[in-house]
């Protein structure tokens, strides 16, 4: 009976890992359309993460844009994306992979480039 319980456990927590622990942009972080954006990561669970995925609106409903990135090597822990100059400046979020195994960035802004 332990060891049945113990299988449960150890397949439940092996279900419900993060793809990957996001270290930038975190909450708040402010970019600037025209410049690179560093995104970092942390332990991930996965060789690849399948798709970087840019966001926008409320965070429990984010809808989705633009793959930016796809088959990145998740041991680097980076990707540095150019914003395009056709970016509008707002609110945005990035999606790490895709369902059931995905992790989210925080919220940050996208602002103008300085005149």
Do not use: C
């Not at 970087?52 to 041991?75: F, K, M, W």
Request: hydrophobic share 45%.
């Amino acid at each position: 009976m332990k060891f049945t319980i113990a299988v449960i456990a150890g397949l439940f927590a092996a279900a419900s890992a993060q793809l990957l622990s996001v270290t930038a942009p975190l909450d708040g972080a402010v970019y600037t359309i025209g410049s690179p954006a560093n995104i970092t990561w942390t332990k991930p669970t996965t060789d690849t993460i399948s798709q970087i995925e840019l966001a926008t609106g409320d965070p429990s409903n984010l809808q989705h844009l633009d793959i930016i990135a796809s088959n990145v090597p998740a041991r680097t822990g980076f990707y540095i994306w150019n914003i395009p100059s056709n970016i509008t400046a707002g609110q945005y979020a990035f999606i790490f992979g895709t369902s059931p195994n995905v992790a989210y960035s925080g919220r940050f802004t996208i602002q103008n480039s300085a005149p």
